[in-house]
């Protein structure tokens, strides 16, 4: 068996690495909350949403789905029967494979995500960009 060698993060890339956390969490909880405030829509959601409406046929396999919002099968599987009970997503199975599912977008679907898309712009411009944290 081969060894591996580990080199350790000296302490400004420690402190970097820390700040980049800090920042990305904050950034995510705050635009949740923004989003969940505003417009009654968790991020999660939004980011199931926002997969969807770039896709062909506004369409994902379900695992391409869950490749995208670095979720599980089983995970992105309760997100989107959650998307699904409020409209936003139904599921089709595949003609060519039945082991196959995609979920796709709903016109309702695509309606809360372009009601929300301000929101969120507008959060990560003054979180983001604005600096967030300053």
């Given at each position: ?90 599921r089709e199975g ?21 009601e929300a898309r ?17």
């Amino acid at each position: 068996m081969q060894e591996t060698t580990v080199t350790l993060l000296d302490a400004r890339e420690l402190a970097a690495w820390r700040g980049f956390l800090r920042v990305h969490s904050g950034l995510v909880r705050e635009l949740n909350a923004e989003l969940e405030a505003t417009r009654g829509l968790p991020l999660a959601h939004y980011e199931v949403l926002f997969h969807l409406e770039g896709a062909p046929g506004a369409k994902l396999k379900m695992s391409e789905l869950a490749q995208s919002v670095l979720l599980s099968q089983s995970g992105v599987t309760r997100l989107v029967d959650r998307l699904v009970r409020l409209g936003f997503v139904v599921r089709e199975g595949c003609s060519e494979d039945r082991r196959v599912m995609y979920a796709r977008l709903t016109d309702e679907g695509r309606r809360a995500f372009c009601e929300a898309r301000p929101t969120l712009i507008e959060g990560e411009t003054q979180l983001y960009i604005g600096g967030f944290g300053n």
